[in-house]
């Protein structure tokens, strides 16, 4: 009787700070959430209420969209995270699979070779980066971005696939070559598709850094045309900082892609982190 | 492994047919990463050695590092940002990694209701980007909207409000504040992930022992989930002595006030790109760059040679 009542006692107290947290998590979130909906009358006085129809206003978004190209960002944002995820999941599979299928004299070496830009962040090489671009005259162009992206991707994509490709049977890719399969169509037509959960959990991983990120964009391809949604964001409010609907609803802008992609793929990503795929 | 390669051709000498598939394999993301990643790492490590010497590139030696830890100017806000850059560093082991730990801790109660709904909660703020996460901070601690007093007025703090980011003593501690509220996530995830890996078998045996509860997390659990907490500590690590975007973006490129904020990647930004009359250069980014490569380098190799060899891992 006394330990049941303990752990009731225990388990209200766990929830008690479990949701204390969720609201430090997610109040921020959900303020500028609301206040973008707001006129500038109601942000200032009573900034916790919810939007009603006295106090409903979309003039932020109305700014938003008239002086920045937004919609332009988001192209450039999708494009640039789209292309470099699928080089750095095609390239990274193909990689790891070489590394985790056949035997070679280097293989340990090329492994560890390629595993090193896990701990050493390419931002350290921005200086030569950016003289090696400014050559090859990629400034101001999404295809630096991708480059930079899918380099950046690469070591851990192939780290986490090499793992899962180890566990892929080998009877059913000798079956294959008994077939008459050449190893290109074991690795596109059997490991593959084998492999998918695995590269849905890297391009998750692969995805959000390259969204958020804000230093390349801005010392690549800080040009009008190619800014990236983070860059168009971070340029728009430093101009419009006493603008706060217009400030309000760009950040919300920025959150909502986000959001709802996290609410589609938190099930694989969270899968993904806790079946150790990081480790 | 192959069937192909089971022989070891030291032993049976038979010539094989070259297997180009391997390189075909390797060849992409070998050629990328080392075109992108390596050879500009190892050119910025180089240019660290080289300065413009009457509008030519010369080989100085190790003069610019000279230059960087003795220069009055220059020496005074490298040891500012490195001072700060540990600072913030501290900050997270202290905050954010046992907040991290005990919010894992809770939602691997066992029978734990809504443990998804919370997990998927307390993860967002890690989704979002730096520039986001700073300025809607920047916005609630602002004493113009009021948000951050009149909260602390609820709980008849009001008192203690001061607008923090702009105050010099204060600035840093806020920034690392914000930075650990975005980033709480990662520890949490993967102390959980540690947590949920430890076999129920080894928790009956403590629960036989009359060990629970509290003394069953201190004595059981986290000694087991120690290399997890060596793995976030070196991502912390990392990840903090290549920050960047939230400084930029809560105190600009200045990291203001005063420089009070100043870490090593705003330092370099500033000095590789120039800001308002300072020019830019590109031997002293490089040598910058080269210094935190080497901090990294330190602490990465720390953590693989000494601390993770010395660590027990247990088998199941």
């Known amino acids: ?279 | 492994m192959s069937d192909i390669d089971t022989a070891d051709p030291e032993i049976a000498p038979i010539k094989r047919p070259v297997r180009w598939h391997i390189l075909v394999f390797l060849a992409p993301a070998f050629l990328v990463y080392t075109a992108i990643m390596i050879l500009p790492l190892i050119e910025t490590l180089r240019l660290s050695l080289y300065n413009l010497v009457d509008g030519e590139t010369v080989f100085v030696g190790l003069a610019n590092f000279v230059t960087l830890f003795s220069d009055p100017r220059l020496a005074a806000n490298f040891w500012n940002a490195l001072g700060n850059n540990l600072i913030f560093f501290v900050i997270h082991m202290l905050v954010q990694n046992p907040i991290g730990v005990a919010l894992a801790a809770m939602l691997s109660v066992s029978k734990l209701r809504f443990a998804t709904f919370y997990r998927t909660a307390i993860f967002v703020p890690t989704l979002l980007s730096f520039v986001i996460v700073g300025f809607i901070w920047k916005l609630i601690l602002s004493p113009i909207w009021g948000i951050a007093p009149s909260m602390m007025d609820w709980v008849g703090l009001k008192w203690m409000f001061a607008p923090w980011l702009g105050k010099p003593e204060s600035a840093l501690i806020t920034v690392s504040l914000i930075s650990v509220w975005q980033y709480v996530g990662i520890p949490m995830m993967l102390i959980y992930a540690a947590l949920l890996n430890i076999p129920d078998e080894v928790l009956e045996a403590a629960e036989c022992d009359g060990i629970t509860g509290w003394s069953q997390f201190w004595k059981i659990k986290l000694p087991l989930i120690l290399p997890s907490i060596g793995i976030i500590s070196i991502l912390t690590f990392v990840g903090n002595f290549n920050a960047f975007d939230l400084i930029y973006t809560v105190q600009g490129a200045l990291a203001g006030p005063d420089g009070s904020t100043d870490i090593l990647g705003t330092l370099l930004y500033r000095t590789f790109f120039g800001f308002q009359n300072q020019m830019g250069d590109r031997s002293m980014g490089a040598t910058i760059a080269t210094v935190m490569f080497l901090i990294i380098l330190a602490g990465v190799s720390l953590y693989l040679f000494v601390i993770q060899r010395r660590m027990r891992r247990y088998q199941f």
């Open chain 1, 1 to 279: 009787m006394a330990t049941a009542r303990t752990s009731y006692l225990r388990a209200g107290l766990i929830h008690v700070a479990l949701v204390s947290y969720t609201l430090i998590a997610l109040f921020p979130v959900f303020l500028t959430l609301i206040n973008s909906f707001k006129s500038r009358n109601a942000i200032f006085r009573e900034p916790m209420a919810i939007p009603t129809p006295s106090t409903f206003s979309l003039v932020g978004y109305e700014t938003v969209l008239k002086q920045g190209d937004f919609i332009g960002y988001f192209q450039n944002s999708l494009i640039v995270t789209v292309v470099s995820i699928a080089f750095v999941l095609l390239f990274g599979a193909m990689a790891a699979f070489a590394l985790s299928e056949y035997r070679f004299r280097g293989n340990l070496l090329m492994g560890l070779y390629l595993a090193l830009g896990i701990m050493i962040p390419i931002r350290l090489g921005t200086v030569a980066i950016l003289q090696g671009m400014v050559a090859a005259g990629l400034v101001n162009t999404l295809t630096a971005l991708v480059l930079v992206y899918t380099a950046q991707g690469l070591p851990l994509a192939i780290f986490i696939l090499s793992e899962f490709m180890r566990t892929v049977s080998d009877d059913l890719k000798n079956a294959g070559r008994i077939d008459g399969l050449s190893e290109y169509a074991i690795f596109f037509r059997l490991v593959l598709p084998l492999v998918r959960p695995a590269m849905a959990t890297v391009a998750v991983f692969t995805m959000i850094p390259i969204w958020n990120d804000l230093w390349f964009p801005l010392i690549l391809a800080p040009g009008e045309e190619t800014k990236t949604v983070t860059l168009g964001a971070q340029m728009f409010i430093g101009q419009f900082v006493t603008n706060w609907n217009a400030v309000l609803s760009a950040l919300s802008l920025a959150i909502l892609p986000v959001l709802v992609l996290y609410v589609i793929f938190s099930r694989q990503l969270i899968r993904g982190i806790t079946s150790g795929a990081v480790k």
